[in-house]
Each structure stands twice: as C-alpha cells, then as structure tokens.
C-alpha cells in the first residue's frame, strides 16, 4: 500500500476565453462552488460568483452590483461608466426604469401572444425545407435562421436584411482562445449593427409603419420631473441592437442545445413525444442545465463581505448562471436532465431589474420548435463527430448541430 500522500488539487482557474470554457465548463464551475464561491482571477482582474444564492442576491441587488460600466468583461475591467450607448442592460435606475417603461409599452406578453401563428409559420417553413433528407443540421440550417427572421420582422426589418443581424452577431461575439479583449473584426460587426440601426430608426421616425420601432418613435413617458419625454433614435437603435442581437442569439443556442440533450436522453425526448403538454417544463429544464447565458458582468459600487472574502468596491464580479442553476444546494440532482423537474425560479433570461423583455417571446419560440421537431423527428441521432461549440465569453452552445435521422 502506498503511503505517499495524495497530490493536491490544481488551483482553480476560471479563465472565461481559455479553451476550458469554451468547451465545457461545468466541472470547474462544481470546484468554484465547492471549494472558491468567491473566485478571484488576479491575472485577468475579475471576481466571480457561482453559487445559486449569491448569483440570484446579485442580480436582485443593482445598488451594489452596477450594470453601468458594461455587462461584457473588456468593458468592466476598462473600469468606466458606458456613456456613448444607450442600451438597458447598460444602465441602472433610474435612468433604467424610465427607458424599461417606454419599451415595455410595445413588447407585452398580450401583444407577443398574437405572434403564436406567424412563430410557427417561420418555424414550419424552415423544417419544410429539410423534409427528405436523411442528415440534417439543425442548428446552422435551422436554428440559426428562425429566431432572427421573427426578431427582424417585429422589428421592422426589411426581408433583405433580416439575417444581417445574425451575421453581424456572429463576427461580433466570437473570441479566439486567450483572445482577451475585443478585436478590430469584433468591433467593425458591432459597429455596424448599430449604425444600420440607428439609419432604421430616422427612416421609422420619418415614414412609420405597424411594426416595432415604428412604435418607439412614438411613445412617450413622465421623466422624474412629470416632462412627457420620448426615445431618442439613438436610443432606439441601442434598442433594436439589443432585442435584435438577443433574439437571434438566445433562442439559436437553446434549440441546439435541446437538440444534444435530447439526443442523449431519449427517454426525454420519448416524455416529450407522448405528451406535448411537458414541452414548457422541457423548455426551463433546458435552460437550467445549459442556459445560453453563461455569466452577466457588474460593477461592485461598494465594498462586499461574502464568504470571508472582500470583493473591493470597483471591481468587475462576474454572475455565473451556468454555475449556478447546477448548484446542489439549490437543485436534488443537478447534472440530471429531468423535464418533470418541479418549476422553480429561472435565471436563463436573467433576473431582477435586468430580466429579458422577450423571455415570452422566446418561450414561445422554443415550444413550437419542439413541437415541430418532435413531429418531424420521431427518433434521431447526433453525429457527436460533427458538433461544433461557438467560442463566445457569455454565451454557450453550437454553431453545428448534425443529425442522422431514423
């Protein structure tokens, strides 16, 4: 019997562009948990929180942990309040409150309930074009397509350049690994998506129509002074970048995700086939166990004591979703895909002031997948040889999805 004694563990190193993360990060999220709740990466200069109660006590608590310096990590550890972009995610009340109050005027779940039958046309006329075949992608031939051409329309996008988004998008979001801060092909993609939006909203303004931002031309609100103010273009276009880039992206990446889990569970899939009526609780075990939405960056405006560790005021903190809807202290079996798993609260599309203004849109959107998909595809297998993962800070899933269908 050996008496050497057992080697210590390698120290834990969250490092959100490391290849790690690209790839799969969910068993150093468990080792941040357990061993780090309040990890410190001195290198890059950033704390992280991955347990469920400090994830969920963050998000709820905007006085201490500010969104105004940049959700992304390039923009937090520049240590400056974001000034040049009007977008809510980007703010705190009560500047937060009133622009929040002015675009929720035209994305009510009433309105987005009418969208039902135009969801599941585009959805429907995107599977019909795969019918026949024996091996599909379902994400870069389908998934990646659907939710932006819904996105677009509601917007007001013209059809020629309703997938413009997508693309941009993808440019914009992808990091090499090691690839710290954003690159000049990363900026050029932002940039212009928000100047064509910016260039749509004084074309809305002059010429308005029945959709979206034609809408937002034309609302107005009491400010803090009881003034009826409206949106500026400006603050239209950080609208339709945010929506637009929000819409394509999350729903993209939780249909592919759906597709692998399924796959790997198909007594899952079975559940799903013999009761349709389990595809909403499907829908929010999907975004548990793998939430596109990895982590949201804030700014600590105060010093924070937790768990024996002082995060300095002015410090970026990173809220690690994909942490903490695993977290065993919060979830009976965590790293189980169970669809009848009892509701409980959601994080996939944030929380607090900062919840997604189309999480019903998207909710929708991912029902009627499913439920097309499991019309369509009875039984399927995943070409696991063919998957591909985006490289992406804060956002996880495929850019391929190949399946075999019998």
Same mark, same amino acid.
């Given at each position: 019997m050996s008496t050497e004694p057992a080697a210590e563990p390698a120290p834990i190193d969250f490092d959100p562009y490391s290849a790690t993360y690209f790839d799969d990060p969910y068993d150093l999220y468990r080792r941040l948990r357990d061993e780090e709740p309040v990890h410190h990466n001195a290198d890059i200069g950033f704390y992280a929180l991955s347990r469920w109660d400090d994830v969920v006590d963050a998000a709820r608590d905007w006085s201490t942990y500010s969104s105004a310096y940049g959700i992304e990590l390039d923009s937090l550890l520049a240590g400056e309040v974001i000034h040049d972009i009007d977008s809510l995610i980007m703010m705190d009340p009560p500047k937060h409150d009133r622009l929040r109050a002015l675009v929720s005027r035209v994305f009510t779940p009433r309105s987005i309930s009418g969208l039902e039958p135009m969801v599941r046309e *585009?959805?429907?006329?995107y599977l019909d074009e795969l019918d026949g075949r024996d091996q599909v992608d379902l994400l870069s031939e389908f998934a990646a397509y659907f939710p932006v051409e819904i996105i677009s329309r509601m917007l007001g996008i013209p059809a020629e350049r309703r997938q413009d988004v997508r693309l941009?998008?993808?440019?914009a979001l992808h990091r090499e690994v090691g690839?710290?801060? =954003?690159? $000049? $092909?990363?900026?050029?993609?932002m940039v212009a998506m928000g100047t064509y939006f910016y260039e749509l909203a004084v074309e809305k303004r002059a010429h308005p129509v029945d959709d979206m931002l034609s809408r937002l031309t034309q609302v107005e609100v009491e400010d803090d002074d009881g003034n009826l103010v409206g949106l500026s273009d400006v603050d239209i276009a950080g609208f339709g970048t945010l929506i637009g880039g929000a819409g394509a992206e999350t729903v993209t990446k939780l249909v592919g995700n759906?597709? *692998? #889990? =399924?796959g790997r569970h198909p007594d899952q899939w079975q559940l799903v086939r013999d009761?349709?009526?389990l595809i909403p609780g499907a829908f929010e075990e999907l975004l548990?166990? #793998?939430p596109p939405s990895q982590f949201q960056g804030r700014m600590t405006v105060r010093d924070v004591e937790l768990h024996g560790t002082t995060i300095p005021a002015r410090s970026p903190v990173l809220l690690l979703t994909g942490a903490a809807t695993r977290d065993e202290r919060a979830f009976t079996d965590p790293d189980r895909f169970d669809i009848t798993r009892p509701p409980a609260l959601s994080l996939g599309f944030g929380h607090g002031i900062h919840s997604c203004l189309g999480?019903?849109?998207a909710r929708m959107e991912g029902r009627i997948a499913v439920e097309e998909l499991a019309q369509r595809y009875p039984r399927y297998e995943v070409d696991t040889d063919g998957l591909r993962r985006v490289?992406?800070?804060?956002v996880a899933g495929y850019s391929n999805v190949p399946i075999r269908v019998g």
């Open positions: *585009v959805i429907v006329g941009w998008l993808d440019v690839q710290r801060t =954003f690159g $000049e $092909e990363n900026t050029a993609a759906a597709v *692998v #889990l =399924f009761d349709p009526s548990r166990i #793998l999480a019903a849109l490289q992406m800070t804060n």
